[in-house]
């Protein structure tokens, strides 16, 4: 028999290099579009990590709002100052919302619509807001002038630490003036604070460098663009900003520490409010109300009716998608009564009428919403 030899023809080949090339280029796509999902994903999850955590920050600040903070006394001291306004619009905003002219600093206090791009402007009064160890040490004080001594030796406030001290009463909170004028001196120098003080004294850490100009940390939170452009990370929609937590300097002449601290990035919009119990029609029966504005409210006010604060924040989650189109709407930057809230508050945020957002319809906006009750003001 004679050997026969068969194969493919040159038509056949073709057939079968393009069936192989349609099934590479099917699962390249493929490849790439997984791929992209996995970084969209990635991205949205380090969003939420990075957001859960400066959040966090906040809702410690806002629940520790009038700790350590002087309830009455201030008139017998030396008059103290807080924020100096300086170039920076942050710091303009920052300085309508002193108390030093009171008889008693505001715990807790917001500008409505006052910051950038009609965002609000937070500001929080309490001794352990600021960025130092100092400010987490307290002690008690007897009526000798000596203080109580801690068994862990690092949660002793050391010499050199600039103190208040306050008269604690059952209703009442004294700030205790030094005996040669003013109201703060090293804690080495703890003795020299005036005597006539109760015996339930404490002690509070307010700066381990610089002699306080106030009696308290204060703690501002804020959006804004970064001073440069490049500080905005890449992956941020232009236009958008960064939520700082700005510590207020305690030195004289000065705004904030810088720099301040970024928190939050690719934000939008951030507003305020504030859950009342008060008898605001004055009828005998206390109501439950929401509100933005407290400016008003004196610092008994507050601390008798503020029972929560809430933080509503629009930011970007994750990187620009070109498949994604945002769908277009007004985007609530709060709660309003007829969608089961308590009462209307905050605004509805329109990225066309802002047009500050560029390209914002190929991101995804999620809307964060912190609720803190403060546990200091009483």
């Given amino acids: 028999m004679r050997n026969r030899q068969s194969g493919f023809t040159m038509l056949e080949l073709i057939i079968v290099m393009a069936i192989f090339m349609l099934v590479i280029f099917s699962a390249s796509d493929m490849f790439v579009s997984l791929l992209t999902?996995?970084?969209?994903?990635?991205?949205?999850?380090?969003?939420?990590?990075?957001?859960?955590?400066?959040?966090?920050?906040?809702?410690r600040d806002i629940e520790h709002a009038g700790y350590g903070l002087p309830w009455d006394?201030?008139?017998?001291?030396?008059?103290y100052s807080e924020i100096t306004a300086g170039t920076e619009p942050a710091e303009a905003v920052?300085?309508?919302?002193?108390?030093?002219?009171?008889?008693?600093?505001?715990?807790?206090?917001?500008?409505?619509?006052?910051?950038?791009?009609?965002?609000?402007?937070?500001?929080?009064?309490a001794a352990n807001v600021a960025m130092s160890n100092t400010c987490e040490k307290w002690t008690l004080l007897d009526k000798a002038g000596v203080p109580a001594p801690?068994?862990?030796?690092?949660?002793?406030?050391?010499?050199?630490?600039?103190?208040?001290?306050?008269?604690?009463g059952p209703t009442s909170r004294t700030l205790v003036p030094v005996a040669a004028g003013g109201f703060t001196t090293t804690f080495a120098n703890i003795a020299n604070f005036d005597a006539n003080r109760s015996d339930t004294s404490i002690v509070y850490g307010i700066d381990p460098n610089t002699a306080p100009k106030m009696p308290f940390n204060r703690a501002d939170y804020y959006v804004e663009a970064p001073a440069s452009a490049s500080d905005l990370p890449t992956r941020c929609a232009a236009g958008t900003g960064l939520l700082y937590k700005a510590v207020a300097s305690q030195a004289a002449n000065d705004a904030f520490v810088d720099p301040p601290m970024p928190v939050l990035d690719c934000v939008a919009d951030m507003q305020v409010a504030y859950v009342r119990l008060a008898d605001t029609n004055n009828d005998g029966v206390l109501e439950r109300d929401i509100t933005q504005n407290i400016t008003a409210l004196t610092a008994e006010e507050i601390r008798t009716q503020v029972r929560e604060v809430r933080v509503y924040i629009l930011a970007q989650?994750?990187?620009?998608?070109?498949?994604?189109?945002?769908?277009?709407?007004?985007?609530?930057v709060g709660e309003t009564s007829a969608?089961?809230?308590?009462?209307?508050?905050?605004?509805?945020?329109?990225?066309?009428?802002?047009?500050?957002?560029?390209?914002?319809?190929?991101?995804?906006w999620k809307l964060y919403i912190l609720v803190a009750k403060p546990v200091n003001l009483r």
């Fill in 37 to 59: 999902e996995f970084k969209q994903q990635g991205k949205i999850a380090i969003t939420n990590i990075e957001g859960i955590l400066g959040l966090e920050m906040m809702r």
């Fill in 73 to 79: 006394g201030i008139t017998a001291i030396t008059a």
């Fill in 94 to 125: 920052a300085a309508t919302l002193n108390d030093a002219t009171l008889s008693a600093p505001r715990a807790i206090l917001s500008r409505d619509g006052a910051g950038w791009h009609g965002t609000d402007h937070l500001a929080i009064k």
């Fill in 150 to 168: 801690w068994t862990a030796a690092t949660d002793n406030l050391k010499n050199m630490d600039n103190v208040i001290v306050i008269s604690q």
């Fill in 317 to 332: 989650e994750g990187q620009r998608d070109k498949s994604y189109d945002h769908p277009y709407q007004p985007m609530r």
């Fill in 339 to 364: 969608n089961g809230g308590i009462g209307d508050v905050g605004r509805d945020f329109d990225f066309v009428a802002d047009g500050s957002i560029t390209d914002w319809q190929h991101y995804r």
